[in-house]
């Protein structure tokens, strides 16, 4: 007998970690970066995440990587699956 699908697959997070971020908010069409959130802040009446992210806006010949603490209003969640990103469920 095989096994059940819960013993061929891994758990999905509960939490989201990968997010898109604005990391200027100069214009509208302007794309986000995406990056990992590391922790959440209180700043003032709202929140902060504490984010690093790949920044290929400024140069996309020469990447760079930032941290830095960005508002709340300018990140936006990346669901993740592992099991759909290693073709383990179709």
Not at 11 to 16: A, F, G, I, K, V
Not at 34 to 61: M, Q, T
Request: include cysteine; charge should be positive.
């Amino acid at each position: 007998m095989g096994q059940t699908r819960q013993e061929r697959t891994w758990r999905t997070p509960r939490s989201t970690r990968h997010v898109w971020a604005q990391l200027r908010v100069k214009h509208p069409l302007e794309p986000p970066c995406y990056g990992l959130l590391v922790r959440w802040r209180k700043a003032g009446r709202g929140f902060e995440g504490l984010v690093v992210v790949v920044d290929e806006i400024s140069d996309p010949a020469d990447p760079i990587v930032v941290q830095q603490w960005i508002p709340a209003a300018q990140l936006r969640p990346v669901r993740s699956d592992p099991n759909r990103a290693w073709g383990i469920l179709r």
